[in-house]
Structures are given as C-alpha cells and as structure tokens.
C-alpha cells in the first residue's frame, strides 16, 4: 500500500484528494494527515472517503516527509511533483447519492453564507439578499446554514446547480471543480492568494471562476 503525508484543512484535503484521485481509481493508499484543527477530522476523513480505497491516519505533528500540498501553485510543487509523481483530475467523478429526499427544482442555484474554521467568512445580509433576489432560480442553501447533509450530498447539490456563490473555500473548490460557474467573495486577509493558489492556478478551474471582492 502505498503511504502519502499531507497536511491542511477541509479545503486543502479536497485539493489533495484531486492529487490523488487517479492513483486511488487503481489501488489502496493510506493518507497519513496532519491538521491543527481536531475538530475537522471528521469532515477531512469524509472527504478521503468520497473515494473507497483511501483511508486515513492522522498525524499529532506535522509531517518531517515530503507532504501533499492542498494548493496547485506554492513553492514546493516541483519538490512534490517529482516525489510523488501525481497527475491531479481536475474534474472528478464520485459515487452518486440517491437526492429524491431533497425534492431538488429542475433549474436552481446554490447559495453558501458561512465558511472558514472559525466561520469568518460570511456574506452580509444585503449580499445574499442581492443574490437572492437577482436571480430567477430557486435558490438552494448549503454549508453550515444548510440542510443536514452528507458531503456526498453536497457535492450532488452543487454539481447540479446552473451557479454557485459563496466565500472561498472548500465547497467553491467543489463547484469550480464539477464545471459549475461560481462567484467566489474573498472576505479575509488570506484570501486573494488562496484562491490563486488553488481555483486560479489551473486553467480548468479558473475558467469557472468569477472573483468579487467584498470587505
């Protein structure tokens, strides 16, 4: 079985998941993972688990190996590339949850307020009144402030979607990811370079990628 380290966030496994996609399509691996946050555990293992032959260890300290990157464009890539020898898929492909409990419209889009570990990034009352109101679709809330969901569930949300808006993040990282045109609100000091980092540094996310700048 062959053993990779990463370390990051909820965001960061998804890229890294990507990382790994076509190297898990063929065989068993074991992500050993290191995250300061105990509290994500859960929602990272779940996310390695959207593809079967993952499993997960996580690290108490952060990984002394070569680790997994969750960012396209960082200074280490080359470190990475030639250590692993990845491929990403940008454009995944997971296993389909049955979504007849969620009574989906035909035609909507999906709205994200809240995102962020500490949930400081958020959309502002007249900014989701703006979205809500401008739209002629139904619109779906998902993340923190939504339906009681598995991420299976949430990425079959989004994927169906005809738009997706919502602060930087993983589920941005989801829906540029499954071709769905997303207005991503860059809310905090870090954001600008993390979204260049991960949806602006491939051309395959980028070219779903709308940037709005919001204090």
């Known amino acids: 079985m062959k053993v990779f380290y990463a370390s990051g966030t909820v965001g960061d496994a998804y890229v890294i998941l990507c990382k790994l996609y076509r190297v898990a399509k063929k065989e068993k691996i074991l992500v050993r993972h290191h995250t300061f946050w105990k509290s994500l555990e859960p929602t990272i293992r779940e996310i390695y688990g959207l593809l079967p032959n993952i499993s997960v260890e996580f690290l108490k300290d952060k990984p002394s190996d070569v680790k997994i990157c969750g960012a396209f464009c960082f200074p280490g890539k080359e470190t990475e590339r030639d250590r692993y020898n990845l491929e990403p898929e940008y454009y995944p492909e997971f296993e ?39 739209s002629k679709y139904p619109v779906i809330s998902v993340g923190k402030n939504g339906s009681n969901t598995s991420i299976k ?63």
Do not use: C
């Not at 409990?101 to 570990?117: A, C, H, K, N």
């Not at 993040?169 to 809310?187: D, E, Q, R």
């Open 96 to 134: 389909s949850e049955d979504m007849e409990r969620f009574d989906l419209p035909e035609d909507y889009i999906t709205l994200q307020t809240v995102s962020g570990i500490k949930e400081d990034r958020k959309l502002g009352p007249e900014m989701v009144d703006e979205i809500t109101k401008g």
């Open 153 to 215: 569930e949430v990425i079959s949300i989004i994927k169906g979607s005809r738009h997706f808006y919502g602060p930087q993040g993983f589920l941005s990282f989801v829906a540029t990811s499954h071709k769905v045109h997303s207005t991503v609100y860059m809310k905090a000091s870090g954001d600008k370079g993390a979204v260049e980092r991960r949806i602006g540094a491939i051309e395959e996310w980028n070219k779903y990628l709308i940037r709005e700048n919001k204090p």
